[in-house]
């Protein structure tokens, strides 16, 4: 299995392509469509489907593009924010200090999650953890055969998400980092949603916010 990234350079977004022998999982399609396009393109898989960290308009601004020129998809999100896909408020689209970028009203998901479910996707084996307080949605994707994790905007290498936008709670943020994320396996590698990876190891021991 291949994982690779595009960095989104309007908000320094990881999009994520997850690769096995016959298929392809996009997760959190950012703001860079053209770059998003030719990486899957290039790939040259059919996408399994879409998954989706939290809904924020910087992790979402490429999904409808995606969907149309790739079949569409299956998209998957939880449950509290697919309301979040078309309402620009809550994915933050529609503030005033965003006037400068597209209001996003998007298609819904097909799929909510089911948390702690093993989920096999053509080949792909993977389960999701609820880890909110930068979102009260936001989740990590766990890969237990290739010992990694997605953590969203969660768990960042040395530090973790912002939790002053609406349904943040910092409380929440991090005992769902410490529950959730901390009791994986140490040799975990750990691809957020912005920044550098990390792993579970570095984070029991560098992360001040996790002391």
Same mark, same amino acid.
């Given at each position: 299995?291949?994982?690779?990234?595009?960095?989104?350079?309007?908000?320094?977004?990881?999009?994520?392509?997850?690769?096995?022998?016959?298929?392809?999982?996009?997760?959190?399609?950012?703001?860079?469509?053209?770059?998003?396009?030719?990486?899957?393109?290039?790939?040259?898989?059919?996408?399994?489907?879409?998954?989706?960290?939290?809904?924020?308009?910087?992790?979402?601004?490429?999904?409808?593009?995606?969907?149309?020129?790739?079949?569409?998809?299956?998209?998957?999100?939880?449950?509290?924010?697919?309301?979040?896909?078309?309402?620009?408020?809550?994915?933050?689209?529609? $503030?005033?200090?965003?006037?400068?970028?597209?209001?996003?009203?998007?298609?819904?998901?097909?799929?909510?999650?089911?948390?702690?479910?093993?989920?096999?996707?053509?080949?792909?084996?993977?389960?999701?953890?609820?880890?909110?307080?930068?979102?009260?949605?936001?989740?990590?994707?766990?890969?237990?055969?290739?010992?990694?994790?997605?953590?969203?905007?969660?768990?960042?290498?040395?530090?973790?998400?912002?939790?002053?936008?609406?349904?943040?709670?910092?409380?929440? $943020?991090?005992?769902?980092?410490?529950?959730?994320?901390?009791? $994986?396996?140490?040799?975990?590698?750990?691809?957020?949603?912005?920044?550098?990876?990390?792993?579970?190891?570095?984070?029991?021991?560098?992360?001040?916010?996790?002391?």
């Amino acid at each position: 299995m291949n994982i690779q990234k595009t960095l989104n350079a309007l908000a320094y977004e990881n999009t994520y392509y997850i690769e096995n022998d016959s298929h392809l999982l996009l997760i959190d399609p950012g703001s860079n469509f053209e770059a998003i396009q030719r990486k899957i393109t290039e790939i040259g898989k059919p996408i399994a489907a879409i998954l989706l960290t939290h809904t924020h308009y910087d992790h979402i601004m490429s999904l409808d593009l995606v969907r149309k020129h790739f079949n569409n998809p299956p998209v998957y999100v939880a449950e509290s924010e697919a309301s979040w896909l078309y309402t620009p408020e809550y994915n933050l689209s529609g $503030l005033d200090r965003h006037k400068d970028i597209e209001t996003l009203i998007l298609k819904p998901a097909e799929h909510h999650y089911v948390f702690h479910q093993s989920y096999h996707l053509n080949g792909f084996h993977f389960y999701v953890l609820p880890t909110p307080g930068h979102s009260i949605g936001g989740v990590s994707i766990v890969f237990p055969e290739e010992h990694f994790v997605l953590s969203g905007d969660a768990l960042f290498r040395e530090t973790i998400g912002r939790t002053d936008l609406p349904t943040g709670n910092l409380e929440q $943020l991090i005992a769902g980092i410490k529950r959730e994320l901390l009791s $994986l396996p140490k040799e975990y590698d750990v691809y957020p949603g912005h920044g550098p990876a990390t792993t579970i190891a570095h984070e029991k021991m560098f992360n001040p916010f996790l002391k």
